[in-house]
């Protein structure tokens, strides 16, 4: 019965080695998986958004009537109405992360995003 035993332990090892995988994603390049940093970008946005640095539970979201009335046409949609409308709002982000990606990577080369200092260095070389 042991033997059995160690040669299923042996089988099960010899399995798992074969499974494993040596590919290594610190040199691809996937926008959509690891979005690239870009210098500058969140001092960029932080200046332009005027980020405060407040939690989601210290702001005061203020509900207007087309807010409430939206909520009401969700509330009268059947389930599998709701999944629907949830798809298409899902797809819609994909799309505009595409999009948004295109737009940074255009600002990229047009080096829009870039801080001052960071300009006069690349002229100096």
Same mark, same amino acid.
């Given at each position: 019965?042991?033997? +059995?035993?160690? *040669?299923?332990?042996?089988?099960?090892?010899?399995?798992?080695?074969?499974?494993?995988?040596?590919?290594?994603?610190?040199?691809?390049?996937?926008?959509?998986?690891?979005?690239?940093? &870009?210098?500058?970008?969140?001092?960029?946005?932080? *200046?332009?958004? +005027?980020?405060?640095?407040? #939690?989601? #539970? +210290?702001? +005061?979201?203020?509900?207007?009537?087309?807010?409430?009335?939206?909520?009401?046409?969700?509330?009268? &949609?059947?389930?599998?109405?709701?999944?629907?409308?949830?798809?298409?709002?899902?797809?819609?982000?994909?799309?505009?992360?595409?999009?948004?990606?295109?737009?940074?990577?255009?600002?990229? &080369?047009?080096?829009? &995003?870039?801080?001052?200092?960071?300009?006069?260095?690349?002229?100096?070389?």
């Amino acid at each position: 019965m042991e033997s +059995n035993q160690v *040669k299923d332990k042996e089988t099960t090892i010899k399995v798992e080695d074969e499974l494993r995988c040596e590919e290594s994603f610190s040199g691809c390049k996937s926008p959509e998986i690891w979005p690239e940093k &870009l210098p500058g970008l969140m001092d960029f946005t932080e *200046k332009e958004l +005027n980020y405060s640095g407040q #939690s989601a #539970s +210290n702001v +005061n979201f203020q509900i207007e009537a087309c807010d409430i009335q939206y909520m009401n046409e969700l509330g009268q &949609l059947t389930p599998d109405q709701l999944m629907e409308h949830i798809k298409t709002l899902q797809e819609s982000a994909y799309q505009l992360g595409l999009l948004e990606q295109a737009e940074i990577q255009r600002g990229r &080369l047009l080096r829009i &995003l870039e801080t001052p200092d960071q300009d006069v260095a690349v002229e100096k070389k």
